[in-house]
């Protein structure tokens, strides 16, 4: 969106603008964002040099000393456009309140002949314009002025933009100057659906402004915005918020390995001995100047990964995979296991697969042998056969990571499996990407095996860097 910011979209008053900064800040760290006090008040002081007449700049300044990096924008955007909102005074009646908009067939057959025009021209102040009709429209769904909702998914449905494509670009072949090969059509028809794509998510921006103003910006930017790749469940995260994780495991890698570096130097310090430091404090009348340390020998642990890469919870079993071997120099020795309901060692395929994360989980269960007579995971056939077949893997120094959601489609879990894993190895840590309310239910056997091993949700990427940088072994 673009234009000039009107009273109503920013008040210049220093109260008003200050409640405004504020939330805008309070909506960002909510999402994650490291927003400390110094910034703020430097975005404060943005805002007084580059004054309000231009939303654009507004956006840029809060933008430039609030951000720390190009992955926060796309929630900084929307979250921005909820406290500083465009000016609608042409698309709201006088009283502030939303129109009825066009209704019924005729009302949509004109609104989309309109928006085909806008989207031909790309004239932006039109386009904010019919995504304000749009939502007002057919957006609302309700019984009651104090109950009324406004919905973007309802009104693409009805107004269907992607379908103007062939009218858009016919025009646009009419206009002069656009005759050209194949391939410069092409070209067209993909910046007409980057027209589209855009009018549709200022469809969305329209239908979350028009929530807040009944719900409170506070609450719709806290919950109707979505947060960054590394906050998003894994469990729901699409195609293209999986690949744009996969983009993070090597700045991700970089900062664990640090983590972990200083932890093996405090550890390396050794512990106090207790009996020595008592035995030397007798020259000093008691009091233990110098303590005696018990220092550890310089040794790096084993890891084991074993890892669910069915159904939903493949791609958070192969991110940690990714992570696993981008950190394998922490450690003396990594092994990565996968199955389904049977066990094969995938370390080389990981180790080659760091070149092309995007097809890795294809080429596991391409080359791996993983599936027995069915495709459905067996926790129970899986943990038995891992004990079995791969015990050498484990050790006194061995720490075991076991991913999965522990649903065993109705099998035997097969807990003697997993307390003979827990009884050869170091430690063993479950990490679950279900939440633990939904731990037991249905064929989960969460609880079952969460007493005879430490199980930990770990729902998105930003959960599991923390655990990994505190759970690892030093």
Request: hydrophobic share 40%.
């Amino acid at each position: 969106m673009s234009g000039p910011v009107d009273a109503a979209a920013v008040s210049p008053a220093p109260t008003a603008t200050a409640t405004r900064l504020t939330g805008l800040v309070a909506a960002l760290r909510a999402h994650g964002f490291g927003i400390g006090t110094g910034e703020t008040v430097d975005a404060g002081h943005a805002l007084e040099a580059v004054g309000f007449t231009d939303r654009e700049r507004v956006r840029e300044a809060l933008a430039a000393t609030l951000l720390h990096g190009e992955a926060q924008r796309p929630v900084f955007d929307r979250v921005f456009d909820l406290y500083f909102p465009l000016g609608h005074t042409r698309a709201l009646g006088a009283d502030g309140t939303a129109p009825a908009g066009p209704a019924g067939p005729t009302g949509l057959a004109a609104l989309r002949d309109r928006l085909a025009e806008a989207l031909t021209t790309a004239d932006g102040a039109a386009l904010d314009r019919l995504a304000a009709e749009a939502v007002g429209g057919f957006g609302g769904y309700g019984s009651g002025p104090e109950s009324d909702g406004w919905s973007s998914y309802q009104t693409l449905s009805r107004l269907r933009p992607e379908t103007l494509l062939a009218r858009v670009r016919e025009r646009l072949r009419a206009a002069p100057g656009t005759e050209g090969p194949e391939f410069t059509e092409r070209l067209l028809d993909d910046e007409i659906r980057r027209r589209i794509e855009a009018f549709r998510e200022r469809v969305r921006t329209e239908a979350r402004r028009r929530v807040a103003e009944r719900q409170g910006r506070d609450r719709v930017a806290r919950r109707a915005v979505a947060g960054t790749a590394d906050t998003v469940d894994f469990l729901l995260a699409g195609r293209a918020q999986l690949d744009e994780l996969r983009r993070t495991v090597r700045p991700l890698a970089r900062k664990l390995a640090t983590r972990l570096a200083a932890r093996r130097r405090r550890a390396s310090r050794g512990e106090i001995d207790l009996r020595r430091t008592l035995r030397r404090s007798l020259s000093t009348g008691g009091v233990p100047v110098r303590p005696v340390l018990r220092r550890r020998p310089p040794r790096r642990p084993e890891l084991v990964l074993l890892c669910d890469v069915s159904g939903s919870v493949a791609g958070f079993a192969q991110f940690t995979m990714l992570l696993v071997q981008a950190l394998h120099d922490q450690f003396s020795r990594v092994r990565v296991f996968a199955f389904v309901n049977r066990v094969d060692e995938v370390t080389g395929l990981i180790a080659r697969g760091a070149a092309d994360p995007a097809g890795l989980g294809d080429r596991i269960l391409a080359e791996a042998e993983l599936t027995g007579w069915h495709g459905q995971s067996d926790y129970g056939t899986a943990l038995g056969e891992f004990a079995d077949r791969y015990a050498g893997a484990l050790g006194p120094r061995t720490v075991v990571f076991v991913l999965g959601d522990a649903r065993t489609n109705g099998s035997d879990p097969n807990l003697a499996a997993l307390k003979t894993i827990a009884d050869r190895a170091r430690r063993v840590h479950w990490l679950n990407p279900e939440q633990p309310s939904l731990w037991g239910t249905g064929d989960s056997v969460a609880p079952a095996y969460a007493d005879l091993v430490e199980m930990r949700p770990c729902r998105n990427a930003r959960q599991l860097g923390a655990l990994i940088g505190r759970l690892l072994p030093v």
